[in-house]
């Protein structure tokens, strides 16, 4: 199955995301500037320096998300830092204002990071495209809102989509719909769609069998606080890695309690950028590095004084280090045999000491 690459083409010039590719970092924004556009300047700051790939934005206003209403189904239950309070409320406090948009996207380009955005209607998207975003992507609460996926598919522009709380016939249908409306490649996140989310929760396996169940190239979309989570990922396949970066977890806001600080976030792009170097390829020959070393093997050596006629047996020969001799294999078949010429102790196995 070839899966398609993921063909960035941005202001800093082309990047592919794909299986054969450098695990591709992405630093979530979402409400943690807490209004403040000084405040979303240096989170990309921080994501900069911590040495992501991309970083990202949501763009909504809590008109295009959902309605000013105080009936019950529009009541915010969950969540010890949400609820309390009306879906429209909540949005206002953590929606991005679009006039910002622009102003951050330059800011993040010159500091060398991809800037994209999750829309969450159409009238998102084609402010997207009015900034010319080099990609999408999908939320997991979006995944099944057909319509939106059409309407971001026919930018003809790749694709990221989180499959938190999704069944398998929704993913494929997300999938197919996204597939058959223009776009031309696709990374599908495995994702748990709680805030912040348990390691033990986590169920990362699944990251393995994306590519092969889906056809795309897999990520993780991370709400959990371990650092150990998205190093397992990275070890399983994952080659798009996001999460939640804000300045400090302490000032509050509504992804606070779910997302990194700067020097976390600045040591897990360490870490995964270390365990990519690591992971390499899979390879079964010797490696040139190891070259000098094969010469410490065992190999077949005489351990005692052998005359002439003597017969080879396990008190005069041995497989110990280093390997001069035969090789190990052959011990079975050297027993038992005469030896063609007198051996010192110390002497490395070899056919033409032995009577054929």
């Excluded at 295009?64 to 609820?83: A, G, H, L, P, R």
């Excluded at 950028?273 to 190999?299: C, H, T, W």
Aim: proline content about 6%.
């Amino acid at each position: 199955m070839k899966i398609p690459d993921l063909k960035i083409i941005s202001p800093l010039g082309e990047r592919l995301i794909g299986l054969t590719q450098p695990v591709f970092i992405v630093a979530e924004m979402s409400g943690n500037h807490n209004q403040s556009i000084n405040q979303a300047k240096r989170i990309i700051d921080a994501a900069a320096q911590a040495g992501v790939d991309a970083v990202k934005l949501q763009t909504y206003t809590p008109d295009t998300i959902t309605i000013d209403s105080d009936k019950e189904y529009f009541q915010v239950k969950v969540n010890d830092t949400w609820k309390g309070q009306t879906l429209y409320q909540l949005y206002q406090k953590t929606y991005t204002p679009w006039e910002w948009h622009e102003e951050l996207r330059d800011y993040a380009v010159k500091q060398g990071l991809i800037f994209f955005s999750t829309p969450f209607d159409d009238t998102a998207v084609d402010f997207l495209e009015g900034l010319n975003v080099p990609l999408y992507k999908i939320a997991s609460f979006e995944l099944v809102d057909v319509p939106l996926l059409k309407k971001i598919a026919s930018t003809k522009k790749p694709v990221i989509i989180s499959r938190g709380m999704s069944n398998e016939a929704e993913i494929n249908l997300a999938i197919k719909t996204l597939k058959d409306f223009g776009c031309p490649s696709i990374s599908l996140l495995h994702c748990v769609s709680a805030y912040p989310a348990k390691t033990e929760e986590m169920n990362l396996a699944t990251i393995a069998d994306l590519t092969q169940r889906f056809g795309v190239v897999p990520g993780l979309s991370d709400h959990s606080l371990s650092p150990h989570v998205p190093a397992v990922a990275l070890g399983l396949g994952a080659k798009v890695i996001e999460k939640h970066l804000t300045l400090n977890r302490a000032d509050g806001g509504p992804d606070a309690a779910f997302s990194l600080e700067p020097q976390e976030f600045k040591n897990l792009v360490g870490t995964l950028r270390d365990l990519e170097r690591g992971l390499g390829q899979a390879r079964y020959d010797v490696l040139p590095q190891e070259q000098e070393n094969i010469i410490f093997r065992k190999s077949l050596f005489v351990v005692a004084d052998v005359r002439k006629g003597e017969t080879l047996n396990k008190q005069n020969v041995r497989s110990i280090r280093p390997g001069h001799g035969l090789e190990p294999k052959y011990y079975d078949e050297v027993l038992g045999k005469e030896a063609a010429v007198d051996i010192k102790r110390g002497t490395p196995l070899a056919w033409g000491l032995i009577k054929k």
